[in-house]
């Protein structure tokens, strides 16, 4: 995986806003409103996710490639790299699992 197929795989979930909040260098993306993954164009090694803190803590330790998010609340987010050691499915996963549970969220504050 690398940022296009980052971007296209984060526009391609349900529900998903891509804005430039922080200015023209960091991509974000939001389901309802509110921030899952972000990537700096910048630096295109790696992207930010955000996590519930176990989840956050369990990834960090079972991979070197994981990160706390250097701009970011440490606790929730975290920073994933890029280097081919995790594959494209698991990073998949970790982008899809946050941005579905801000569209569950989303469909039970709209009930």
Known sequence: MDIVDFCDFCNSLPNVE???PFGDSTLVYKVGGRMFAAIGL?????FVV???PERAIELRDRYEQVQPAWHFNKR???DIYFDGRL?????RAEITHRSEERRVGQECEGM
């Open 87 to 91: 594959t494209d499915s698991e990073l």
């Open 50 to 52: 955000k996590c519930d």
């Open 76 to 78: 929730h987010w975290n």
């Open 42 to 46: 910048d630096h295109p090694d790696h």
């Open 18 to 20: 891509e804005s430039l």
